[in-house]
Nanobody, 124 residues
Framework: VQLVQSGGGMVQAGGSLRLSCTAS????????MSWVRQAPGKGPEWVSN????????QYADSVKGRFTISRDNAKNTLYLQMNSLNPEDTALYYC??????????????????WGQGTQVIVSS
């Protein structure tokens, strides 16, 4: 099982970035997926979740209306489009595979595979 992330970087407040996460070693289309972030000095924060076929998405209140999660099962890739970024969005962002027995998308310990993380820095 491997999740390889790309994208991220540094952007000014109000800007946009897109993160990608390419999966291998498992049947990507069979798993719900999420994005989780960790800001400096803080614990991990669930950001967004998407179900297996992309028909259902959920967002943390802090990113709702600004971020969009999507997936392309034919390409085994998960995306996070981030618009209207602000300095509070500065964090390491991780894609994560939900375990088959997940009970809450916000429960960080219920994810069983993680990407390597990608840094997002938003300057004011």
């Amino acid at each position: 099982v491997q999740l390889v992330q790309s994208g991220g970087g540094m952007v000014q407040a109000g800007g946009s970035l897109r993160l990608s996460c390419t999966a291998s070693g498992f049947t990507f289309s069979s798993y719900d997926m999420s994005w989780v972030r960790q800001a400096p000095g803080k614990g991990p924060e669930w950001v967004s979740n998407i179900n297996t076929d992309g028909g259902s998405t959920q967002y943390a209140d802090s990113v709702k209306g600004r971020f969009t999660i999507s997936r392309d099962n034919a390409k085994n890739t998960l995306y996070l489009q981030m618009n209207s970024l602000n300095p509070e969005d500065t964090a390491l962002y991780y894609c994560a595979r939900a375990s088959e027995t997940i009970t809450s998308v916000q429960a960080i310990d219920e994810y069983d595979a993680w990407g390597q993380g990608t840094q997002v820095i938003v300057s004011s």
